[in-house]
């Protein structure tokens, strides 16, 4: 049995972790004890013996005795490693409490030698107890009271069932040494070891759950479990995050292996500078490219040096590809509990660092981070909006669209808000994108397109000298099978004629176009809703795909107008105008503030301007007064 716990370990190079380094010099001791145990019963167990027999008996005896005695020490050891509550046996005293035991046992076997009072071997009986032979019992069961005790007041550490293996442990070896007290030829200790330590591998350990089988690397799962073990111990560790923020396009050029085997050098690289520093840690793997090292360095101050390594390892990169795509790291350190003491902050921070820093900033600490204004906004998003959806707390803002020709206002677009009781205002261009990576941009737009039919059907536009409101539709609403059967209803609802409604979509959107988004525009279409294509000029639109859309409005993105007083920014402008003038597009130029952008972009004959040279986006309320005034 423990040969081939031995050998599945090996096989699977599943050696990752301190807890397992020590489960496996426990096995290889066990092994070692095993058979010596064995040896020396078919040496001397068959008396009479000769001499020779007798000494090679005495001698594997004492090994065995010994590497018995270790046995102890191991797996308390182990159980302290398991449970990451090592700092509780690093000071003198608890080392000298823990050894001392051991080292009496050595002692009764070092003056056995002389005495035989512990055990002997004879030639008529073979092996023969001495009179000391009680006490390896006594410091047997003391190591086993104190590791039972420790896993009693211990159990929070662990589930029930690698808690109910554990303590396993100590009651089938104490029941085969009661039996081998009264019974001495009976010789069960290592069998029930055997089995405890296969029911560890397998139910304790987990090797194939708590490993990345890719690199090799201990996983994130294994991560989230120590974590939890250090919040739970209260004893202060050091969490350095290491991301690689573009890691899936690395994989994607490089392949998987060639990428897996950067992370296994970049990991033994940062494993190396943690050794140098005298630092125990652990080093768990997240996918797509996270690394966590884990330790229980008092403060962690090797932060230019891990910086510089990175550095290196670019080098190293660059020399290897010769293209020059490179991992980027970003590190955050985070010293907890004392940063943050509850488990889903500390994953969040690991997880979310890197985009609450300038891009360019390489090395982070967790605490300067929560000593932020933002910081709270941006831990707390998704239970804002999850609140905001339930409690309506979104509103539509409306900001004209000017007539060039006409010289007047003749449109709007709708844009959302959200004013949080908390955190006050917060900006689209942050919860939109947020709300859409966490697959709550749904509701939102159907939020969106009913409050704008609401509006449409409570003003008169014709009267208001309006022709239409846009209304932005994410991809995801553009996804949606029943996205014609929502407008339909909502105009069947509010008696909202389609020639009002024009639906924006993105160059992100169109570039994504196909299947049911493609469906949903054209019936839509056919409904009587005319489309435009918002911000032109930031994608890779080209005339030929735009002239297959049904699309009457293009609206040129604010950049182009900020871009004017570069080189060729104008030429590039006013070539834009002309060249979808040509193919019949109404032309928006969106972002215009000052009065020289308006005076150019005017002269250029474009259709319509929007942006806060005319007006900010407006309340309801305060757009249709100011629609009233301007009329």
């Not at 050696?15 to 058979?35: D, E, I, N, P, Q």
């Not at 996918?287 to 670019?314: C, H, N």
């Amino acid at each position: 049995m423990l040969s081939t716990l031995l050998f599945s370990m090996y096989l699977k190079n599943w050696k990752m972790g301190l807890a397992s380094r020590l489960f496996a010099a426990l096995l290889w001791v066990s092994y070692a004890a095993a058979c010596a145990e064995v040896a020396q019963m078919m040496v001397a167990g068959s008396p009479p013996l000769t001499d020779a027999a007798i000494t090679a008996g005495s001698l594997l005896f004492y090994v065995f005795i010994t590497l018995h005695a270790s046995m102890n020490v191991l797996y308390l050891l182990f159980l302290f490693t398991l449970t990451r509550t090592t700092f509780q046996i690093k000071n003198k005293r608890a080392k000298f409490v823990l050894s001392a035991p051991y080292y009496v046992m050595l002692a009764l076997l070092a003056q056995n030698l002389f005495t035989h009072n512990v055990f002997r071997i004879t030639a008529e009986s073979g092996y023969v107890r001495g009179p000391l032979m009680i006490w390896s019992y006594a410091i047997s069961y003391l190591y086993f009271f104190a590791g039972f005790v420790y896993l009693f007041f211990s159990r929070r550490y662990l589930d029930f069932w690698k808690w109910f293996s554990l303590m396993g442990f100590y009651v089938l070896i104490l029941i085969a040494l009661h039996v081998r007290l009264l019974v001495p030829d009976l010789r069960l200790e290592m069998f029930a070891a055997a089995i405890i330590l296969m029911l560890i591998q397998l139910f304790v350990l987990c090797p194939e759950e708590i490993t990345d089988q890719e690199t090799g690397l201990l996983s994130f799962r294994a991560y989230q479990q120590e974590v939890r073990k250090v919040l739970l111990s209260r004893h202060t560790e050091q969490i350095i995050v290491i991301r690689f923020i573009n890691a899936n396009e690395v994989r994607s050029y490089f392949g998987e292996n060639d990428f897996n085997a950067y992370i296994r050098q970049a990991a033994r690289d940062i494993g190396a500078l943690f050794d140098r520093q005298h630092i125990d840690h652990e080093m768990y793997f997240e996918r797509p490219g996270t690394l966590y090292v884990v330790s229980d360095a008092e403060k962690y101050e090797g932060q230019y040096e891990l910086i510089e390594l990175f550095a290196q390892r670019r080098k190293v990169m660059d020399d290897f590809t010769k293209t020059g795509v490179r991992l980027l790291p970003r590190v955050c350190h985070i010293n907890c509990p004392t940063d943050m003491s509850q488990f889903d902050d500390v994953l969040y921070m690991g997880h979310e660092f890197f985009g609450m820093v300038p891009y360019e900033q390489v090395y982070t600490e967790a605490s300067e981070l929560l000593g932020s204004k933002s910081y709270p906004l941006e831990r707390n998003i998704d239970s804002i909006l999850k609140r905001a959806i339930v409690e309506r707390r979104f509103e539509m803002y409306y900001q004209p669209i000017y007539s060039v020709k006409e010289k007047r206002f003749c449109a709007a677009e709708a844009l959302i808000r959200l004013r949080d009781n908390a955190n006050g205002f917060i900006s689209p261009g942050y919860f939109v994108p947020v709300a859409e990576s966490r697959g709550l941009i749904l509701p939102i737009g159907d939020f969106v397109l009913e409050e704008v039919f609401r509006f449409i059907s409570e003003h008169d536009l014709e009267a208001m000298g309006l022709s239409y409101v846009e209304i932005n539709l994410s991809v995801t609403q553009c996804m949606q099978r029943d996205l014609v059967d929502k407008v339909q209803k909502l105009e069947e609802k509010f008696g909202v004629s389609p020639k009002n409604v024009n639906f924006e979509i993105t160059e992100t959107t169109y570039d994504s176009i196909g299947g049911i988004m493609d469906e949903n525009i054209r019936r839509l279409s056919e409904r009587g809703y005319s489309f435009s294509l918002d911000d032109y000029g930031t994608g890779y639109s080209n005339i030929q795909r735009i002239s297959k859309l049904p699309l009457k409005i293009i609206k040129i993105d604010k950049s182009l107008v900020d871009g004017m007083a570069e080189t060729h920014g104008m030429s590039i402008l006013r070539n834009t105008v002309s060249m979808m003038q040509d193919i019949g597009m109404e032309l928006v130029v969106e972002g215009v503030e000052t009065a020289e952008s308006q005076k150019t972009v005017s002269d250029m004959s474009c259709d319509y301007i929007q942006g806060f040279y005319y007006s900010k986006p407006l309340s309801e309320e305060d757009f249709v007064s100011f629609i009233d005034e301007h009329r």
